[in-house]
C-alpha cells in the first residue's frame, strides 16, 4: 500500500501486509530504504522512511495543497515495469491547508517514474509544470489561464496495449469560481476524462525522449468532445 504523509504530502510511505492478516496490525511491515533495488522493511512505524520524495514545491516556488501527490501506480508487464503517475495542486495565495483551489491560479503538475519493484527505486521520465488538454474551458469561466482543475489521476491498469507502450491516464476535472455563471456547469464538473499516452521505449542511456505523445477526450455533452496534439 502507498500511504501519504498527512504533514509532508511530498513524501510517500510504503506498507506491506499479507493478505490473510490485513487486520492484523502487527503484521504490518513499513518501507524503511531501498538500498539499490533492495526494499528494507521495519515493523517500527516510526522507522518508516519513503518510497519517493515529490519535488518540495512547483516551478515558482508556491506551496503544495493538501490535496497534492496523490499517487497511481500500476504494474506494466509489457514492459516489466512499475508505472507512477501523481500531480500536485498550488496557488501563490494559497498554503497547505487552504480549502480546494476551484480556482487557482496554476492547473495541476504532474509527473510519471518508472521502477522495476514496487518500492523503487524510481526514475522520472515525464514532468510537466502546467498540465493542460486541448478543450479545456475558457478562461471567462473563471478558469485561471483557461486551466481546468485537472486532479486525481490514475492509470487504467485494464487499459495497456503495444506490448506496454499504450497506456491511458484518466482524471477528473473540478474548477471554475464560486461566483462564476458557469459555476458548476455539467460539462466541467467531475467528469470523466481520459488520455491515451504512447511511451518512447529507449535503451538505458539514451537521450530523454521529452513530452509523451497524448490524445484526450472530455466527457460531458453528448458523445463528448475530442481533441489531440
Known amino acids: 500500500m502507498y500511504c501519504v504523509e498527512q504533514h509532508d504530502v511530498t513524501r510517500l510511505s510504503m506498507i506491506r501486509v499479507h493478505q490473510d492478516k490485513v487486520t492484523d496490525h502487527s503484521a504490518y511491515k513499513y518501507l524503511q530504504d531501498v538500498v539499490g533495488e533492495q526494499a528494507v522493511w521495519t515493523s517500527d512505524m516510526t522507522r518508516r ?46 498554503d497547505f491547508f487552504s480549502p480546494w483551489c476551484s480556482h487557482c491560479g496554476h492547473s495541476a503538475t504532474v509527473g510519471m517514474w518508472h521502477a522495476r519493484n514496487p518500492w523503487g527505486p524510481w526514475t522520472r521520465f515525464y514532468y510537466e509544470t502546467e498540465w493542460k488538454t486541448p478543450g479545456d474551458p475558457p478562461a471567462e469561466w473563471g478558469f485561471s489561464g483557461a486551466a481546468s482543475r485537472t486532479y ?62 497524448r490524445e484526450s477526450r472530455r466527457s460531458g455533452g453528448e458523445g463528448g468532445r475530442q481533441a489531440g496534439r
Open 49 to 94: 522512511g519513503a518510497t519517493i520524495t515529490y519535488p518540495a514545491r512547483n516551478y515558482n516556488g508556491d506551496e503544495w495543497l493538501w490535496c497534492s501527490w496523490h499517487p497511481s501506480v500500476v504494474y506494466n508487464a509489457g514492459l516489466d515495469r512499475y508505472i507512477m503517475v501523481s500531480y500536485g495542486i498550488s496557488d501563490g495565495s494559497k
Open 152 to 213: 486525481q489521476f490514475k492509470l487504467n491498469p485494464k487499459w495497456i496495449y503495444d506490448n506496454g507502450r499504450t497506456m491511458y491516464l484518466i482524471w477528473s476535472d473540478a474548477g471554475g469560481r464560486w461566483d462564476s455563471p458557469h459555476f458548476g456547469h455539467s460539462d466541467y464538473w467531475y467528469k470523466w476524462n481520459q488520455v491515451k499516452i504512447t511511451l518512447d521505449v529507449r535503451p538505458h542511456g539514451s537521450p530523454d525522449s521529452g513530452e509523451t505523445r
